[in-house]
């Protein structure tokens, strides 16, 4: 089994709304819906690596705030610890950059949207509030 990485992604509020994001079809689970960000690289804190992360993906500046939820999911292929934190969108506005859509949802509009296995407790978490 390969070794868990560390992945960060961002919960970026827009009043009710949340900014959710559609995988690429050509990338390991494709077309499924998750949150902005990805892996951390060597020598980075999870916080600056969700800053790189969301500069590379939307093209905006970040200001990440507190941890929302922490999940270990193991994918066929790998095995992710996700760190979700609750991020201020400090400048610019979202770009679809590689990503195939984004959408602001409300939490009553994720039954509607397929999300990535590893997001489930983060969505259920979600769907409380």
């Not at 009710?16 to 060597?42: H, Q």
């Not at 690596?49 to 970040?62: D, I, N, P, Q, S």
Request: a negative charge; charged letters at 35%; one cysteine or more.
């Amino acid at each position: 089994m390969e070794k868990t990485i560390e992945v960060v992604a961002a919960l970026i509020w827009r009043g009710e709304r949340f900014l959710a994001c559609r995988r690429p079809a050509d990338k390991p689970r494709g077309n499924l819906w998750e949150f902005a960000g990805g892996k951390v690289e060597s020598g980075e804190t999870m916080e600056e690596a969700l800053v790189r992360e969301c500069r590379e993906e939307l093209y905006v500046t970040v200001v990440p705030k507190k941890i929302f939820a922490e999940v270990t999911h193991e994918y066929p292929d790998v095995t992710v610890h996700l760190t979700v934190f609750e991020c201020a969108l400090e400048e610019g506005e979202p770009r679809r950059l590689v990503h195939s859509a984004l959408r602001w949802l409300t939490p009553a509009q994720l039954p509607r949207y397929k999300f990535c296995p590893a997001d489930k407790e983060i969505l259920e978490k979600l769907s409380r509030l």
